[in-house]
């Protein structure tokens, strides 16, 4: 899934994505940085993300347009 970051505190680990898709939004896991290049998120930034059993995000990474099958910008000449 792909969204973007609603809310973060890095001080507790806590954060919420919302889905570009549907707006619906997701609670970040424990482990949802674990593994990942983020150390920290801000809002707004672009995430792509999966849902654990429980619906929260985890498994965080870069997001883009191309990611949501966005046609891609043509090259400039």
């Known amino acids: 899934m792909q969204g973007v ?3 973060y505190d890095p001080g507790t ?5 919302v889905r570009d ?3 619906s939004e997701a609670d970040l ?3 949802a940085l674990e593994g990942s290049i983020f150390r920290m998120l801000r809002q707004g930034q ?3 993300y999966d849902l ?3 619906g ?3 498994r965080l990474r870069f997001g883009s347009e191309v990611d949501m099958g966005a ?3 043509p090259p400039t000449p």
């Open 5 to 7: 970051v609603k809310s």
């Open 13 to 17: 680990g806590e954060g919420v994505v």
């Open 21 to 23: 898709t549907d707006r």
């Open 29 to 31: 896991a424990d482990d």
């Open 46 to 48: 672009r995430v792509v």
């Open 52 to 54: 654990d059993a429980e």
């Open 56 to 58: 929260r995000a985890t």
């Open 71 to 73: 046609p891609a910008e």
